[in-house]
């Protein structure tokens, strides 16, 4: 067979240009996004055509405009530390993501708090009605002391997409007790964490926030070395807690907590702690904020159940203007290469008061028109 030359056909200098000019258009050229359907555990594109990048996530919907805050992940295991700061993106359909930027970037200070290099994770923004603030709270573990300081850090903007003003860190509710304590939990002894942080301030790892429709606010976090989960009040301009507080969920190791209401009832969603390995979820309903927390089991169910589809929760969004239209936001972690890190957003479905999660590889929100 003849071979044909293609230096013959094109001389060798405009060949080299073709390649080059092919190379470039497919490396420049935007993907284009127009997406109309969630495709769970997928990659998702901004609309620049880059992957989203807002992970440990959770929304805030303000004047029509979805936000979208989230840890923003670096390339290989350093990336499980904060490198850049609280990303942020908006959005007026839920499927579409514009980068609005870094919202709160990390300190380039290392005597900062939230230093470069420190671990900064769930980032949760609301709006405060009375003071017209956008109140951001976070989990925070200072640079180069593991998950020891245990601590939640605050921040606040003018304006939704921000930019964040970084106020302070501490550990909550230090020299309160829960309302639910008892003469027991006094008492110093061995593992008995909620006394031993009573004068310093209760741990505060995995957290979320939750405003009730009367406006108060609630920070709900892991504490007692990841034992308990605390219900705390926070201040009527959610810039600290109030001083009320409850443990819930006792020594159930729970976390990634995420709580919606829906018929009056409270629900939470959260896990078991396995690190970055996923678990079984865990639910709970109550019919007020302090309770009594029943818990509903694993609220997922078919393949992969047993590992939340291979994820962890991290939010919960009520999709306004639609009845029964629950978003279950979660996680799928990648310690080895975090901005590679998936997320999963499946509708919630109830059944006889119990949570229903099944897996779902592509859907949009006309899903929940045909619920009855
Ligand atoms: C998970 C937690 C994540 C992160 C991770 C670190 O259990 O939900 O937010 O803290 O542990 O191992």
Same mark, same amino acid.
């Given at each position: %067979?003849?071979?044909?030359? +293609?230096?013959?056909?094109?001389?060798?200098g405009?060949?080299a %240009?073709?390649?080059? #000019?092919?190379?470039? &258009?497919?490396?420049?050229?935007?993907?284009?996004? =127009?997406?109309?359907?969630f495709?769970?555990?997928?990659?998702?594109?901004?609309?620049?055509?880059?992957?989203?990048?807002?992970?440990?996530?959770?929304?805030?919907?303000?004047?029509?405009?979805?936000?979208w805050?989230?840890?923003?992940?670096?390339?290989?295991?350093?990336?499980? /530390?904060a490198?850049?700061? @609280?990303?942020?993106?908006?959005?007026s359909?839920?499927?579409?993501?514009?980068?609005?930027? +870094?919202?709160?970037?990390?300190?380039?200070?290392? &005597?900062?708090?939230?230093?470069?290099?420190? @671990?900064?994770?769930?980032?949760?923004?609301?709006?405060? /009605?009375?003071?017209?603030?956008?109140? %951001?709270?976070?989990?925070?573990?200072?640079?180069?002391?593991?998950?020891?300081?245990?601590?939640?850090?605050?921040?606040?903007?003018?304006?939704?997409?921000?930019?964040? $003003?970084?106020?302070?860190s501490f550990r909550?509710?230090?020299?309160?007790?829960? +309302?639910n304590?008892?003469?027991?939990? $006094?008492i110093?002894?061995k593992?008995?964490?909620l006394?031993r942080?009573?004068?310093?301030?209760?741990?505060?790892?995995? %957290?979320?926030?939750?405003?009730?429709?009367?406006?108060?606010?609630?920070?709900?976090?892991?504490?007692?070395?990841?034992?308990?989960?605390?219900?705390?009040? #926070?201040?009527?301009?959610?810039? $600290?807690?109030?001083?009320?507080?409850?443990?819930?969920?006792?020594?159930?190791?729970?976390?990634a907590p995420?709580?919606?209401?829906?018929?009056?009832?409270?629900?939470?969603?959260?896990?078991?702690?396995?690190?970055?390995?996923?678990?079984?979820?865990?639910?709970?309903?109550?019919?007020?904020?302090?309770?009594?927390?029943?818990e509903?089991?694993n609220?997922? @169910?078919?393949?992969?159940?047993?590992? &939340?589809f291979?994820?962890?929760?991290?939010f919960?969004?009520?999709?306004p203007?639609?009845?029964?239209?629950?978003?279950?936001?979660a996680?799928r972690?990648?310690p080895?290469?975090?901005?590679?890190?998936?997320?999963?957003?499946?509708?919630?479905?109830? =059944?006889?008061?119990?949570?229903?999660?099944?897996?779902?590889d592509?859907?949009? #929100?006309?899903?929940?028109?045909?619920?009855?």
């Amino acid at each position: %067979m003849q071979k044909i030359n +293609i230096y013959k056909i094109f001389p060798s200098g405009i060949f080299a %240009m073709i390649i080059v #000019l092919f190379i470039f &258009t497919c490396s420049a050229a935007p993907q284009q996004t =127009n997406y109309k359907s969630f495709y769970p555990g997928q990659i998702w594109l901004d609309t620049n055509g880059k992957p989203i990048n807002a992970h440990g996530g959770g929304i805030l919907y303000y004047d029509s405009v979805y936000y979208w805050f989230g840890e923003h992940k670096i390339a290989g295991p350093a990336g499980n /530390k904060a490198m850049v700061g @609280v990303h942020v993106y908006s959005s007026s359909d839920l499927f579409n993501w514009e980068d609005m930027g +870094i919202a709160l970037p990390i300190s380039d200070d290392s &005597t900062n708090d939230i230093a470069k290099g420190c @671990v900064l994770e769930r980032p949760k923004v609301i709006y405060n /009605k009375m003071t017209g603030k956008f109140i %951001m709270w976070f989990h925070l573990e200072l640079k180069s002391q593991g998950y020891a300081s245990a601590r939640t850090c605050v921040a606040v903007s003018d304006s939704p997409a921000g930019p964040y $003003k970084y106020l302070y860190s501490f550990r909550p509710d230090a020299g309160e007790w829960p +309302i639910n304590v008892t003469e027991e939990d $006094k008492i110093a002894a061995k593992d008995n964490y909620l006394e031993r942080d009573f004068e310093g301030g209760q741990m505060s790892r995995d %957290m979320t926030l939750y405003v009730d429709s009367d406006g108060e606010a609630y920070h709900i976090y892991t504490s007692e070395e990841n034992r308990t989960t605390h219900i705390s009040q #926070l201040t009527s301009d959610y810039l $600290k807690p109030g001083g009320k507080y409850m443990r819930v969920f006792i020594n159930r190791n729970m976390e990634a907590p995420a709580v919606f209401k829906h018929d009056d009832k409270y629900y939470y969603i959260g896990s078991g702690t396995t690190g970055w390995d996923p678990n079984a979820a865990r639910s709970a309903s109550a019919p007020s904020i302090w309770g009594p927390w029943k818990e509903l089991g694993n609220p997922c @169910v078919g393949d992969d159940s047993a590992l &939340t589809f291979h994820s962890q929760s991290t939010f919960i969004l009520k999709v306004p203007g639609k009845e029964n239209a629950y978003i279950f936001m979660a996680d799928r972690w990648k310690p080895q290469n975090p901005i590679d890190g998936r997320y999963i957003w499946l509708p919630i479905q109830f =059944n006889d008061g119990k949570l229903v999660i099944e897996w779902k590889d592509e859907w949009d #929100l006309g899903w929940f028109d045909g619920l009855k």
